[in-house]
């Protein structure tokens, strides 16, 4: 009688593989990842900016019955509540049964993702063709040579003189318009463009937005197509010219997420870093109940540019919120009881890794790199050059997580960014972890990160909110 060749079980025992989790996904598991893709890619083709994602995880956690801490006067176990920064960065908690000072679960993410910022003066007119543009600089890690020839969204807020506040959203609608950065033909390129090296292809100063052609009706006026912006912004927006200085305007890849591939396996879409992390660990959160270790999900902004500024992790907005929470025990709690709370809790610095492009296998170690579709991944360090300023998770902790992750039979792997010394990047992770409290980085891989069109594997989205849920679940 012939015996199917199921491979060595000693060997699979003893040794670390990894399968895609399409290859072991029972029917329930296909159905789940089919509906949590669906939520997370309404999500994202909305989510264009850090302040409507948070605008919408705000939505998301009102109607779970999440609370703004202010109206909430004492702890009661199993309370929602959350706190808002700016308008930009959101932390939310579900209250534990037990003491906070044990510390928390906290799961941060960030909802900044690499753009085009407008410059503080940015419209002019070209005088040789008549041409309205923008001028932007551009707002993280990018190749810029990605940004030219594809469709533009406009978002933003402004601030005009009077003080009131206008909030622009132009291109998503199928009806709007929509804007781009022109490239030079290839019929003319090779002496002024094709000799530069490949991340001078285009220059910053040469992201600049193509935004109108039509002269304003005045003989007199001297820049009659900028003009013509000018009055529309002023009939459209009441805004003039001076409107832009107090303004913060992103130009963004426009359009929905899509399906990628005929099988539709994979996502593809602008912001998948981080707000993919954003949305399982929000999404986690809201979906967990009665809970012995208080629960939080911190979105943050300006990951992509170094964490500065009062929206950053860097800002003192987490210790303020777990001082807030705190304060639902005892009003007067001493300051001891902070740090203590800080430096007991176990977080998950949620960001994506960079996966394998099977054109470019030669920038991993391939033994150490992440897939998509192979799951959540576990990435100990970041840095770059010898682990440089990284925050480089205990073998403790990572213990901890592996086991966590495997009673939940989440499918997860482990990747560094890129080979040694092949370059690098950081995370929120090393922040964190100025609290004293035990960080490793999790979350999706994705190819083509920072570009205009991220992919994502529908199986990743899935694996990770499984992870997210798994680890708010930790006791000790
Ligand atoms: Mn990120
Ligand atoms: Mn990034």
Redesign the pocket.
């Known amino acids: 009688m012939a015996t199917k060749n199921r491979g060595s079980t000693r060997e699979s025992k003893l040794s670390m593989e990894r399968k895609p989790i399409w290859d072991t996904a029972t029917k329930k598991q296909l159905k789940e990842i089919t509906d949590i893709s669906k939520g997370y890619m309404e999500f994202i083709t909305r989510a264009k900016t850090e302040r409507l994602s948070t605008d919408i995880l705000v939505e998301e956690l009102e109607k779970a019955g999440f609370k703004p801490i202010d109206k909430v006067r004492k702890w009661k176990v199993g309370e929602k509540v959350y706190m808002l920064n700016r308008g930009k960065n959101v932390a939310a908690a579900i209250l534990g049964s037990e003491d906070l000072t044990k510390g928390a679960n906290l799961i941060a993410s960030?909802s900044d993702?690499?753009r085009l910022d407008l410059k503080q003066n940015p419209l002019y007119e070209d005088n040789d063709t008549k041409l309205a543009l923008l001028k932007t600089h551009y707002y993280?890690?990018i190749k810029k040579y990605q940004w030219v020839n594809i469709p533009l969204a406009i978002h933003g807020k402004v601030i005009l003189g009077d003080g009131k506040e206008v909030d622009l959203h132009i291109g998503e609608d199928p009806k709007d318009p929509v804007f781009t950065i022109a490239d030079l033909l290839p019929h003319l390129y090779r002496k002024k463009q094709g000799e530069r090296k490949l991340p001078d292809g285009i220059l910053g100063e040469e992201l600049n937005v193509l935004l109108a052609s039509l002269p304003f009706d005045d003989k007199k006026a001297k820049k009659k197509v900028k003009l013509w912006v000018l009055d529309h912004l002023n009939k459209e927006y009441g805004m003039i010219e001076e409107d832009f200085v107090s303004a913060e305007i992103e130009v963004v890849p426009a359009g929905p997420a899509r399906e990628i591939g005929f099988d539709r396996s994979m996502i593809g879409a602008y912001g998948q870093?981080?707000r993919i992390c954003a949305y399982t660990s929000v999404k986690a959160l809201v979906d967990s109940s009665k809970l012995k270790r208080t629960s939080i999900s911190l979105v943050i902004d300006k990951?992509?540019i170094g964490s500065d500024g009062p929206t950053s992790i860097k800002s003192r907005f987490l210790d303020e919120f777990y001082s807030r929470l705190l304060e639902l025990r005892d009003p007067d709690y001493p300051d001891r009881k902070l740090r203590l709370a800080l430096s007991n809790t176990f977080a998950i610095s949620s960001?994506?890794n960079g996966a394998v492009n099977p054109m470019f296998k030669q920038v991993h170690e391939l033994q150490n790199a992440a897939r998509i579709g192979f799951g959540i991944c576990v990435t100990k360090y970041t840095g770059s050059g010898g682990k440089f300023s990284s925050n480089d998770a205990s073998a403790e902790f990572m213990g901890l997580i592996r086991k966590t992750f495997n009673i939940a039979k989440v499918p997860w792997q482990t990747g560094e960014l890129g080979k040694v010394d092949e370059g690098g990047?950081g995370?929120i992770a090393k922040f964190l972890a100025e609290h004293n409290m035990d960080v490793v980085d999790a979350g999706p891989s994705l190819i083509s990160?920072?570009s205009p069109m991220e992919i994502s594997s529908k199986a990743d989205v899935w694996a990770t909110y499984k992870a997210y849920l798994s680890f708010y679940k930790i006791t000790i």
């Open positions: 960030h993702s690499p993280g890690g870093d981080d990951e992509e960001d994506v990047g995370t990160m920072h």
